[in-house]
């Protein structure tokens, strides 16, 4: 089984700062990447970046140029710096990892918001 811990969710003022964590445990298996998913009430889950275990990332234009991805292989963490934050990016925020045999697991999420 597989344990996906978040953590680093909240509530923040627009323009400010938060720092998401996860961290995989259990039979995760070798990963290949981990990354950070969305999901904002009426609307559909959305990616909003992965990093592959070399470094590789892929974020969303909308949170581009604001947003970071990082991980730690030696802790099976990936981290989610968000600055300058807008209300649009309130949502739960699901992490999310694959692994070689291209298993998919989600962490339980954690609630962004927020204000104006």
């Known amino acids: 089984q597989v344990q996906l811990v978040e953590s680093g969710g909240g509530l923040v003022q627009a323009g400010g700062s938060l720092r998401l964590s996860c961290a995989a445990s259990?039979?995760?298996?070798?990963?290949?990447?981990m990354g950070w998913y969305r999901q904002a009430p009426g609307k559909q889950r959305e990616l909003v970046g992965t990093i592959t275990r070399g470094g590789s990332t892929n974020i969303a234009d909308s949170v581009k140029g604001r947003f970071t991805i990082s991980i730690d292989n030696a802790k099976n963490t990936v981290y989610l710096q968000m600055s300058t934050l807008k209300p649009e990016d309130t949502a739960v925020y699901y992490c999310n990892v694959l692994n070689i045999w291209g298993r998919t697991s989600w962490g339980q999420g954690t609630q962004v918001t927020v204000s104006s």
């Open positions: 259990g039979s995760v298996g070798p990963i290949t990447s």
